[in-house]
């Protein structure tokens, strides 16, 4: 991502900050309404859930122009979302509607070039998540199940196939 863009989210998030609380609270109001299904993936403590998106969008704005140093982490996060059943589809889903709530509490101050901004930004953060979830996935099709139940040796008595074909 180029530095200009970087530096016009990180400004943008900066101008958000004293509202981000009420970003986030409609960030997943929106979200939860327009796709129920995706609401188990997110913490049901609200004051949590609020914290961990404070968090990690701060991480992201902070950091667009230095993805390198945020890939193994943010890939690392896709490989646990993988774990706990997290589909990828909803990574387009989750960027499309934080880009939403994002244009709404910007009011004037929203542009296209803010947008693109974001969804740059966002889109480069989705394709982190799936390199991990593509690396968990390649690690579970290499890797035996640890606890897949074992195929059971049929055991039939001395003779029984004996038996059997005689009938």
């Given at each position: 991502?180029?530095?200009?863009?970087?530096?016009?989210?990180?400004?943008?998030?900066?101008?958000?900050?004293?509202?981000?609380?009420?970003?986030?609270?409609?960030?997943?109001?929106?979200?939860?309404?327009?796709?129920?299904?995706?609401?188990?993936?997110?913490?049901?403590?609200?004051?949590?859930?609020?914290?961990?998106?404070?968090?990690?969008?701060?991480?992201?704005?902070?950091?667009l122009d230095r993805l390198d140093v945020l890939e193994e982490p943010l890939m690392q996060l896709g490989e646990r979302h993988l774990e706990?059943?997290?589909?990828?589809?909803?990574?387009?889903?989750?960027?499309?509607?934080?880009?939403?709530?994002?244009?709404?509490?910007?009011?004037?101050?929203?542009?296209?070039?803010?947008?693109?901004?974001?969804?740059?930004?966002?889109?480069?953060?989705?394709?982190?998540?799936?390199?991990?979830?593509?690396?968990?996935?390649?690690?579970?099709?290499?890797?035996?199940?640890?606890?897949?139940?074992?195929?059971?040796?049929?055991?039939?008595?001395?003779?029984?196939?004996a038996h059997s074909r005689k009938r």
């Amino acid at each position: 991502m180029r530095k200009s863009a970087a530096k016009r989210v990180r400004a943008h998030h900066e101008a958000l900050a004293p509202k981000m609380g009420s970003v986030a609270a409609t960030f997943h109001t929106r979200l939860f309404e327009r796709t129920p299904s995706i609401a188990p993936s997110f913490a049901s403590d609200h004051e949590q859930r609020e914290r961990q998106f404070i968090a990690a969008l701060a991480t992201i704005a902070k950091n667009l122009d230095r993805l390198d140093v945020l890939e193994e982490p943010l890939m690392q996060l896709g490989e646990r979302h993988l774990e706990c059943g997290i589909p990828p589809e909803h990574y387009s889903v989750v960027r499309d509607e934080l880009i939403g709530t994002l244009s709404h509490h910007s009011g004037s101050e929203w542009s296209e070039q803010l947008e693109r901004d974001w969804f740059l930004g966002l889109s480069l953060v989705c394709e982190a998540l799936l390199k991990g979830v593509l690396r968990a996935a390649e690690h579970r099709a290499a890797t035996p199940a640890k606890h897949a139940p074992q195929a059971q040796p049929v055991v039939r008595p001395l003779g029984a196939n004996a038996h059997s074909r005689k009938r």
